[in-house]
């Protein structure tokens, strides 16, 4: 593993992972969540017009998050998707779905597989902190992720 100057540990990013491939891949993904019945409404309530600088904000995460390039503020995850009842865990499972066939689609099989990787832990974490959510606000419990929350 390389080390930064700040001494963080980092895998090296896969070279069939790039900036261009992640945005090809965001903007067919987001044109699929548009037209879902499921998950369209949802975004389309939240972002509004804003698709641009929405996609811009998911672009840097995943460049980050796969060390193509950095400056996503992760502090800014969590909050960004408990703060609207309107995001719950049943939605992730379909989020998944489009994202897997999106990252099958326009990707070799292994950058796919990676990518699918991360969506799911993401997935995870998003799902356990909103059903403490939801839990605190006494909402009607949701399936628990795939994996156990911390």
């Given at each position: 593993m390389a080390t930064s100057h700040s001494g963080y540990r980092q895998r090296p990013s896969r070279a069939d992972i790039t900036e261009p491939l992640l945005r090809?891949?965001?903007?067919?993904?987001?044109e699929k969540v548009k037209k879902d019945?499921?998950?369209?409404?949802?975004f389309m309530n939240i972002i509004g017009e804003n698709w641009d600088s929405h996609i811009d904000t998911i672009c840097l995460f995943w460049?980050?998050?796969?060390h193509v390039g950095t400056g996503y503020k992760a502090r800014n995850f969590m909050p960004a998707h408990i703060q609207h009842p309107s995001i719950r865990s049943t939605q992730l499972p379909r989020w998944l779905e489009l994202f897997g066939e999106t990252a099958r689609e326009k990707c070799s099989p292994d950058?796919?597989?990676v990518l699918i990787e991360i969506a799911e832990r993401m997935a995870d974490n998003i799902a356990c902190s909103l059903n403490r959510r939801d839990e605190r606000e006494?909402?009607?419990a949701t399936p628990q992720p795939a994996s156990p929350c911390p």
């Open positions: 090809e891949l965001i903007f067919a993904f987001y019945p499921i998950l369209g409404p949802v460049t980050t998050v796969t950058a796919a597989a006494g909402v009607a």
